[in-house]
């Protein structure tokens, strides 16, 4: 038997096998598997920041969105309630169309611009604010009450030592004497609200029977639809603020327009309380637009801006008593402002110092300003600015001392107030003008 040959490999290898003993760093060996290189590192960072900053936008503007829509919401909601608040009390008014029968005015309206507090003695330009007494029908709910309050205080004063328990049996007693008539009347008036903000207010009012009086002083009482100025030592504000209740709160305005027999349209933006506040005297007062003040009986009450402004259809003390030439608004135009809840975010920040006579004010960020851009009004403590437009920052073209306001100096730092304006009408079934009479 032939041994097989062993025959050469046809093709030698160029390169030994790899061993496990092959070193690293040996060329021959295989690149082994490397970590990421420090710029690798740095774009997948970027990447991520990216995505993470893009996220948190998202975040921040959905809730900015929420945030935005809940304010909205309350804000739609406190308007809603104000308006129905105030249109409910504007119905009770009374008044007859023509009192012919009548020998005595009974169902007079006065609305008198005074300034707000009704302090005794105010300061020169002081802000105004309207104050209005009238006439109304009064639910029996509402009579109730006036009448449980005035039987207490009879009590009191001839018993002072009996029991609660006492004084509810005796009150029940004593109402089935009193009869209920219906019929009342009302003070309705905006003051400045507790608080550090000056430029919230409130709405207040007041209920009574007809000839209801009040304790002034030692033996001297007073019925507050006898005194002829609000706030005058015949009627201290003190007083007034003690017979009065809020409302509505957390407002920045109130405002009634009353359309009278010569009233063609209800004005602009600027509305009646800043039409009468810049005009001297009754004669420059265009009667085309609404009127700020009102006496229904045209007795002489409203002469000056002491006792609340000149009414152009005053006939004087002789026309106090007599029912034949009295006048009613046609229609009564209200405006209102309501602030938005002291929790969201303010809807401008003063950036900078603003001096009284001042035509500019800088905003800390006017791109998140809630205002209109090209114009609109904004309240800062207590005053009403109007401006003509916003300008990056700033807002310029500023009137000041709008709608009865006082112009002052506002600090850095201070709120820019917006709120949400509503406007409506509420018509007067019993309106009659001077020729109806």
Request: with cysteine; proline share 7%.
């Amino acid at each position: 038997m032939r041994r097989p040959l062993n025959r050469p490999l046809s093709r030698p290898l160029s390169k030994p096998l790899s061993t496990p003993c092959s070193r690293p760093g040996d060329g021959d060996a295989p690149a082994r598997q490397r970590g990421f290189t420090l710029i690798e590192l740095l774009i997948v960072m970027g990447i991520l920041s990216g995505f993470l900053l893009m996220l948190v936008q998202l975040v921040d503007g959905g809730l900015r969105l929420f945030r935005d829509g809940e304010t909205s919401q309350a804000l739609a909601d406190r308007s809603s309630r104000a308006q129905r608040v105030i249109t409910d009390e504007l119905n009770q008014l009374r008044g007859s169309t023509t009192a012919r029968d009548r020998e005595q005015v009974l169902d007079r309206l006065v609305v008198q611009m005074l300034p707000i507090g009704l302090p005794f003695a105010a300061e020169a330009g002081a802000s105004r604010v309207q104050v209005l007494r009238a006439a109304v029908h009064l639910l029996p709910a509402r009579e109730l009450q006036i009448i449980d309050t005035l039987l207490v205080g009879q009590i009191l004063a001839e018993s002072p030592l009996l029991e609660p328990a006492q004084i509810q049996l005796e009150v029940k007693k004593r109402r089935q004497t009193e009869p209920l008539r219906g019929v009342g009347n009302m003070m309705l008036w905006a003051a400045r609200q507790e608080g550090e903000d000056d430029a919230l207010i409130e709405l207040r009012a007041g209920w009574f029977l007809p000839g209801q009086k009040f304790p002034l002083g030692p033996n001297q009482f007073v019925d507050p639809f006898q005194a002829i100025v609000p706030g005058s030592d015949q009627l201290p504000g003190m007083l007034i603020r003690e017979i009065t209740v809020p409302i509505l709160t957390d407002l920045l305005h109130v405002e009634f327009g009353f359309w009278s027999q010569r009233t063609t349209t209800w004005g602009d933006k600027a509305g009646p309380l800043q039409a009468m506040t810049s005009h001297g005297s009754s004669d420059s007062v265009d009667l085309t637009k609404p009127l700020a003040i009102w006496d229904s009986a045209r007795g002489g009450w409203l002469v000056d801006d002491f006792s609340g402004g000149e009414f152009p259809f005053d006939l004087g003390p002789m026309s106090e008593h007599d029912a034949s030439d009295d006048i009613h608004p046609h229609a009564i135009m209200v405006r209102c402002v309501v602030a938005q809840p002291a929790e969201a975010t303010p809807e401008g920040l003063l950036n900078g110092f603003v001096g009284k006579d001042d035509k500019t004010l800088t905003l800390y960020d006017g791109t998140t300003f809630l205002g209109s851009r090209d114009g609109g009004f904004v309240k800062i403590d207590g005053e009403w600015l109007r401006y003509g437009e916003v300008d990056g920052d700033r807002l310029i073209g500023l009137r000041r001392g709008q709608r009865g306001t006082k112009p002052i100096v506002h600090e850095s730092g201070t709120q820019v107030h917006i709120g949400r304006t509503i406007e409506f009408v509420v018509p007067i079934l019993h309106a009659k003008d001077d020729w109806n009479g």
